[in-house]
């Protein structure tokens, strides 16, 4: 780990005389994580917001932030807030320029990594990015941006609990210390992001940082519109998973028929690269294939993202396909196909009418309990920017401020979809068991 | 004017013999049976005899179409496909097709191999089915018919190609006296209107109603 924030916390530690222990935490929980005592305080680029204000205490701030308003090099319908109404803005989810564009009425785009959202908008996926100055700075020079301009500032502090108010008492004051030292403005220094602006955290040392992005505080439990969001997002959840396990049973039986036995030399070579294929497909995690597809390739496959996860998933799940066909092919007793050819049928027509009706039959519970599987996956696309079912549980988790009742209706709407495919699953399964 | 000709068919299994110089023919009308102990590789012969099996020496003619073991596996493939669409074969074993109904498995055929007009076939199966007395069980699937009943459907399937020479194997193992007698006319019939049948069959009062000429398979490793 490195960072200024990381030197931060270690002089800091050093200053009050404690050890400090790093913990790693997914940036989207770190106030449900600080509040569970996985650690006893946040710092890593919290701002200070009202909302959060009602729940965590707040030191005093360590950094004076803004909103930095990235677009492509001469994009003259990106000016400033108001002109990104209904455009399509990359931004970290959770965050409090998500909030703020949310507010603008922008079409918002949440990204989970750092250069992400500078590659999309390179791309023209995006028409801007509007993110924390730090980040812009570090990782939005890239070829064809520019920065258009600074929307609002605000205040890194450090989160802690509540309850800990003699904790937050005794930080304030190390912090106090290591600002009227001089030694933060050597680590802002050492990280080249000092500044005028930061002048402010000396000026007004004893300040508890307040309004300064303020936004009005998010409802407690989940509105009417959220939960229609949510629907909204088993309905993006569904319909992604559905058209890519069609592709995906499509490309799995071109697959299949590829990798049958064959004597022609052309024939054979295709099913070693119909192997090859299942074989890197099922054995490289599906998240690095979707990263690939959608940020790797940019460059060559210009794909929304609904199509790169589509893509992905349906790519990813042919593998699996494939071998279940394989397998309900190989269960076609041999007696079968003799029967065919005996009828005098070519190979090849007997495959079509007599081994593959009945393959499929072997193979349906196999791919209804894929498609299960597909749904649930499905939620890793969130990572090229699909807001999918599980995606906008954690959006709405973090708005609204408890998972609990996020979490309950997404499993819920995860298990209306998947209950009637494992049903089905298991009717058929039973079927076939007669038939035996 | 012998319909088939077979012509020194041997045929062995890892070195063990089943059989060696089988040569027989078959006219138009004929009903040959062919007996032998289990295991002597009757099956075996009349596998070779539409090429579902390659037998290791010989040739089976029928026509101008000749199958000869010792033929590329492209020639040989295609003089087997030209002899299965004159020769119809009936199962030991049945092999009814799992997926399609009694029904299905006898148009089949003639549909999709033969091109058939649906209209036209599925009539037609149904009187087979009606001859062979399991009309009944026309829209039955294979898994829910008794074993009589299967082998009386895979007999339809085969004659429903109106083959010039029916293979059958076994044909009256799941059958009771009365249907055997009754197939045992139906084949007779089958005979008078010009069908040749070779009939491979443990059952002597069978063969003697079918009043065919026999043929033995000698004990394996035998001539
Ligand atoms: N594909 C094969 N590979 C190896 N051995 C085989 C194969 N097919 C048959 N055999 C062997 O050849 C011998 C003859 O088999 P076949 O089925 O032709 O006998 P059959 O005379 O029809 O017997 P039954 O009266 O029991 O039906 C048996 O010993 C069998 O195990
Ligand atoms: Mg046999």
Redesign the interface.
Known sequence: MAGFEVELAAALARELGVRAVFVQNDWSTLIPSLERGTFDIALNGLEVTAAREQRIRFSRPYYVFAERLVARQGDVRVLDLASLRSRRVGTLASTLAWDILGEAGAERVPYEGVQEPFIDLQQGRTDAVLIDDIIADRYGKRPGLAVVGDLRTGHYAIGLRRQDEALAGVIDEGLGRLIGKGELHAILARWRIDGPRQEALIAAPTTVPGKTAALPAPHRGMTAHQVWLFFQGAAVTLLMSAVAMALAMLGGLGLATARLPS?VPWRRALGAAATAYVELFRGTPVLLQLYVIYFGLAGVLALNAFAAAVLGLALNYAAYEAEIYRAGIQAV?V??V?????????EA?AFR??VL??AF?FSLPGVANDFIALLKDSSLVSVITVVELTKRMTIVAVDSGGWLMPGLLCAGLYFAMSYPLSRLARRIEARLG??? | MSLMIVDGLAKAFAGRSLFAGVSLQIAAGEIVCLMGPSGTGKTTLLRCLNGLERADHGTVKMGDVELRAGDGAQAFATAALALRRRVGFVFQGWHLFAHRTVLGNVTEGPVFVRGQPVGEARPRALALLEQMGIAHRASALPHELSGGEQQRAAVARALAMQPELLLVDEPTSALDDDRTESLARLFRGLADGGLAILCVTHDGTFARALSARHLRLPAAGGT
Do not use: I, W
């Open positions: 004597r007793p007696g079968q003799e029967a065919a050819q005996a009828l005098g049928m070519s027509m009418r007599v009706p009945q039959r007669a038939a035996k």
